[in-house]
């Protein structure tokens, strides 16, 4: 303004409308003039601008309750789930503003936690942090487990698949991870995963006692994230939903993704790896598996002997039919093993079954996986070739039955043949037989035994008949050709010929 009337003017008017606008629209000039004159006006004498004073809002009654829901539910409730509680509570204004509340509260509460938690970038030294982690997904109808497996400071990516996450199939999918990094890194970063942990004490995780031997072993140092705390180890929960997304996605478009087993599955995570591990990094812009090329020197050797871990593997003892028992099935070995114990390996992809040599590892048998109750035999495994029927020879016990059946085979079918036609007396017939054995001679009584079995007479009295006739009785043979006739030809008459004329007295004609 160019003169003190002309601030007069405004502060005169300031005081009639009570508005900056309004005696700024009165005066000509612009609100921010007015604010000023009538700041400057109002702090004379003190040499300062006096305080504002605040006009109380309509939520600042509830705005404590806010921010103690916030807290508690840690910044997810919502504006409208909060806002029944709000109105109990005598909050009467609008529902837009109430959602600016709850807006500045989670605003409040995150930048809050962040001061407290003191976060910055992790830095990743060559060689040191190797970050695993467990997901899973359904792929047709049935859950699949992925691992995954960062190598923090080359990015370098290890993706597989299995069925579960138990501890040995955990220790497994890390030792493979060894494998393909070529070495072994300083520390292994996992959340608190059930099956690595023995348990917690003042908040620090024991492992247990086969992950703690399986770490030494490798030589590395276990390390676990606190609770509830996925940042720490965000560099492998990127990789579980990129993989999620990138890997487990396109296999729903599949007809069949089942139809090689998890073994399939676990191929095409292996060409995904390679592809990724090839491919130029967004946050590093460099190529992972030229950075391991360079990481692999700094990273420990491999122990050359590979440590056991798990379930001990399947044994079977051979039972006396040579064969080992699996799956409720049954299986044939070599009939050298019988009363050894073998070692039983299951290749699922391919549905096979291995029997091996425990300690030299020799292949002694490979069958097909059988159904329950069901067998797989193989001849070769057997020193004679299976009859083709099964036959029950006749074993003497008492002196009379040892010398029947020395008589020879002839003796033995009499024997078996007169058993099944049900003779009951079978000992004392045998025992009369012999005697007249001794009174005609081995050879006759043998053709007779012979001729009995062959019309099925199974008596002494009927041995003793054959051999009355002294090798005389007649030999029936068998049918010859059917005799063909030729008969003469005959004139033959027709049947009209019988045909009787009238009814009464006729003739025939």
């Known amino acids: ?35 000023r004159i009538i700041e400057a006006h109002e702090g004379v004498g003190t040499g300062q601008v006096p305080a504002k004073p605040v006009r109380p809002r ?9 921010a103690e829901k916030v807290a508690k539910t840690f910044g997810k409730i919502s504006a409208k789930r909060l806002l029944p509680a709000a109105r109990a509570a005598g909050y009467e204004g609008s529902d837009r503003n109430f959602r600016r509340l709850v807006a500045t509260a989670k605003r409040d509460w995150r930048h809050g936690q962040a001061r407290q938690s003191g976060r910055r ?121 990129y993989a999620k997304d990138d890997l487990l996605v396109p296999l729903e478009l599949d007809d069949d993704p089942w139809a090689e087993g998890i073994a399939g599955l676990n191929d095409r995570a292996l060409a995904w790896c390679e592809e990724v591990n090839t491919r130029r990094h967004s946050e590093i812009h460099a190529i992972p598996a030229e950075r391991l090329a360079a990481e692999v020197e700094l990273l420990g050797e491999l122990p050359s002997l590979r440590l056991e871990f798990g379930p001990k593997p399947i044994t079977r003892k051979v039972d006396k039919l040579s064969c080992i028992r699996f799956g409720s099935a049954r299986y044939s070995v070599p009939n050298r093993l019988i009363g050894s114990t073998v ?3 299951v290749d699922e992809r391919d549905r096979i079954l291995r029997v091996i040599e425990p300690v030299t590892g020799e292949v002694h048998a490979e069958h097909s996986l059988m159904a329950p109750g069901e067998v797989s035999i193989v001849d070769d495994h057997y020193d004679r070739p299976r009859p083709d029927t099964p036959r029950r020879t006749a074993r003497g016990r008492t002196p009379v039955e040892r010398e029947f059946l020395a008589l020879g085979t002839v003796a033995e079918q009499f024997l078996t043949c007169a058993a099944a036609a049900g003779v009951t007396k079978l000992g004392t017939e045998i025992a009369e037989i ?13 053709a007779a035994l012979e001729r009995a079995v062959t019309f099925g007479r199974w008596r002494a009295a009927d041995v003793r008949s054959i051999l009355a006739t ?40």
């Not at 309509?58 to 806010?66: G, I, R």
């Not at 012999?434 to 043998?446: F, K, P, Q, V």
């Not at 090798?471 to 045909?499: K, N, W």
Request: charged content about 20%; some cysteine.
């Open 1 to 35: 303004m160019k003169n003190a009337k002309e601030r007069m003017d405004v502060i005169s008017a300031y005081r009639d409308v009570g508005t900056y606008r309004g005696a700024a629209a009165i005066c000509g000039t612009t609100h921010k003039t007015v604010r």
């Open 58 to 66: 309509n939520y600042d009654e509830v705005a404590e309750l806010v």
């Open 121 to 241: 970038p992790a830095v990743w030294s060559s060689g040191e942090v190797l970050a695993i982690d467990w997901g899973e997904e359904f792929v047709a109808g049935r859950k699949v487990h992925v691992f995954c497996a960062v190598l923090a400071w080359s990015r370098f990516r290890f993706v597989r698949f299995a069925v579960d996450e138990q501890q040995a199939t955990t220790l497994g999918m890390l030792a493979e991870c060894f494998e393909v990094l070529g070495g072994v890194p300083k520390t292994v970063l996992a959340d608190r995963m059930a099956c690595l942990k023995g348990g917690v004490v003042a908040n620090v995780v024991v492992p247990s006692p086969d992950y703690v031997r399986f770490a030494t072993h490798y030589r590395f140092r276990p390390d676990f994230c606190h609770a509830a705390d996925p940042e720490s180890k965000g560099i492998v929960e990127n990789l579980v939903g």
């Open 343 to 345: 070692t039983v390996l």
């Open 434 to 446: 012999l005697t007249l054995g001794a009174a005609h001679g081995t050879d006759a009584l043998l």
């Open 470 to 509: 002294n090798g005389h009785a007649p030999h029936p043979t068998p049918a010859g050709q059917a005799l063909v006739l030729t008969l003469p030809s005959v004139s033959t008459r027709s049947l009209d010929a019988y045909r009787i004329d009238g009814t009464d007295g006729g003739e025939v004609s």
